[in-house]
């Protein structure tokens, strides 16, 4: 197995216990799971970060990179990540779900400049 292959594995793997632990209760283990896979699928997408004949590999473990940093809360890192997933040539439908990613992160923070306030739950439904 190949390095990326071994570390998009690896992340996957600590995705799903990540998910376990959520569904357990345990809060604390799902996000340091989560910190984990993070890191792993960050370290996999910088491989191709640059590799544009990777497509759509690379703009899949971006789209991954990014997902996984919102649900840990790094969202200044996934913005990152999607602008380095959308400069290259991802197919239309990555492409729209990195944008969605864009959306999810700052759809709040514009309505909160613009003093429109809306319910965590409401704000969900309009991202998901």
Not at 7 to 26: C, F, I, P, S, V
Not at 52 to 74: K, M, N, W, Y
Not at 99 to 123: F, M, W
Request: charged residues 20%.
């Amino acid at each position: 197995m190949t390095h990326l292959k071994h570390l998009h594995q690896t992340a996957m793997d600590l995705a799903e216990q990540a998910e376990l632990a959520r569904m357990q209760g345990k809060t604390a283990e799902s996000l340091q799971l989560l910190q984990q896979a993070f890191q792993q699928e960050s370290e996999a997408a910088a491989l191709l970060a640059w590799d544009f004949q990777a497509e759509p590999t690379r703009a899949v473990l971006h789209r991954s990179a990014a997902s996984l940093a919102i649900d840990c809360g790094a969202f200044q890192t996934a913005e990152k990540l999607i602008i380095t997933a959308l400069v290259g040539s991802p197919p239309v439908e990555i492409a729209e779900e990195l944008k969605d990613l864009c959306v999810k992160i700052n759809l709040q923070p514009y309505l909160a400049r613009r003093g429109v306030e809306l319910a965590a739950e409401q704000i969900q439904q309009l991202t998901t």
